[in-house]
Structures are given as C-alpha cells and as structure tokens.
C-alpha cells in the first residue's frame, strides 16, 4: 500500500487576539502560545538587593554677633563697625568668598541710649578653616562679640548625591548577588532587563553613635557632624537576562 506523505502547517502567533481567533483557551494566569512557544525568551533571574551610604555635612554656617551700646549713637556705630570690619577682614582672610558672608545691621534706641548690633553669617565648606577662625575671633575680641556654635547641614546637591550613590551601590550588590547565583547553577549572567528602585529611608545621625550621657554638657564639633550626618537606604528589584550557552561561546 502506497503512503500519502502527511503535511503539516505551523503558524508563530505574535498576538493573543489571533489565538482567539483560532479557538485556543487562555485561562486565566496561563501563558499564551507565544510564550508557550519561546522558553528562551522568559530565561531569567530576578534579585533583589539593598545598600547603605552615610555622608557627613559639607557646610557649616556660624553666626558672629557685635553689639554696643552708648548715650551717642555715633559712638555706637563707630564701636560695631570697627569690629565688624576685623571679622570681615579675618574671613576674607581664611579663603571664604564673598557670596558665603552675609551681614545685617540693626539701629534702635533703646530707654535713653541708643543699641547698635550687627551679625555676620558665615557659610564655610571648610571646617579645619571654620575652627580656626572661630578660634582666631574669640582670642583677639572681647566679650562683646558673641562667637555662636557651627549649625551643620547638607546642601541640596549633597543629598542627591547620597541618594543616587545609595540606588547605585545597591544595583551593583544586585549584580554580584545574580552573577553568585548563576556561576552556583552554572548559568551565564546577562544584561538586566527590568531595575526598580522599591523601598528609601533616610535617617539623620549615624546609628553607631552613643547618645551623650550628660545632656547639659555641649556637644564637640565631631559629636555635631556625627549627629547631622545622613544615612540613605536603598532597596533594589532587578530582573537579569540568562544567556543560553550557545549565545554566550557566540559573544565571547
């Protein structure tokens, strides 16, 4: 007896809409045909990994208060006013540019005498210079001026900066966590496919530092930057490609 050689006809569905129209059942949570069809496009790896980056201030402002009060109001503005041209002269002096100096002046009369006080502000990226000159102004001027305590904090700029080394850093970790894991089931890492930043957190004060025992004693300028010191936390979902053993000999 003669045999008929069968025929078959394949088709690649490239659209759910099209395996409705032939009749195939999608139930639902179940892969398409398509997906059926191509196993090695769903080869994956999904990670997840976090990581944490602390940074100190990188500004400090410091308040330095002059005032003077006399029954005539030249001699007022004449004792702030040499006062403050030495404070300002000393700052220019330590390398702070103008735009980081900010000072006001107030006038008032005060019962029969007439209060002159002036406040220079001054911001400084440098805090070995901040220490000195603050040194500097408490030995050579008397208790008149009033040397106030650094306020530290962090600029904007600095923040991102935290934020976007933290994201990283836990993309990488993400990396190394994936790579383990294929070398372990002796798969080949290739590139991510999906990376999704999934939890922050942002906390003042390095958490290994110990509260000061005695609250009435002031804080030293490094227990100050300790406690205005920004931890960022990141947490990170990535999907990795799996490269089949035949594309990773082709790439290499």
């Known amino acids: 007896m003669e045999i008929t050689p069968a025929q078959v006809f394949a088709a690649l569905l490239t659209d759910p809409e099209k395996a409705k129209k032939l009749g195939w059942p999608l139930r639902r949570g179940a892969r398409s045909p398509v997906a059926a069809a191509t196993p090695q496009d769903e080869r994956e790896v999904q990670v997840s990994a976090s990581a944490e980056v602390s940074a100190p201030p990188d500004r400090a402002r410091v308040c330095v208060l002059v005032a003077s009060r006399k029954d005539v109001a030249l001699q007022a503005k004449c004792s702030v006013s040499r006062r403050l041209d030495y404070i300002v002269q000393s700052v220019r002096s330590h ?9 006001t002046k107030d006038f008032r009369r005060v019962e029969s005498a007439y209060h002159m006080e002036a406040e220079a502000s001054i911001i400084f990226d440098d805090f070995s210079k901040m220490e000195n000159l603050c040194n500097l102004l408490v030995e050579k001027l008397d208790s008149s001026v009033i040397v106030g305590s650094p306020q530290f904090y962090h600029t904007t700029e600095a923040v991102e900066n935290i934020r976007r080394q933290a994201c990283l850093r836990a993309v990488a970790n993400s990396r190394r966590k994936a790579f383990e894991v294929c070398r372990l089931l002796g798969q080949s890492l290739g590139r991510p496919l999906i990376i999704r930043e999934e939890e922050t957190k942002e906390n003042e004060g390095l958490a290994s530092e110990a509260p000061t025992p005695d609250n009435t004693k002031p804080l030293t300028i ?6 205005t010191s920004v931890t960022v936390y990141s947490k990170v979902f990535v999907t990795f490609e799996l490269k089949s053993k035949e594309n990773f000999k082709r790439n290499n």
Do not use: A, K, L
């Not at 390398?95 to 000072?103: A, C, H, K, L």
């Not at 490094?222 to 406690?227: D, E, P, R, T, V």
């Open 95 to 103: 390398g702070v540019s103008e735009d980081n100096i900010t000072v």
């Open 222 to 227: 490094q227990q100050q930057i300790s406690n």
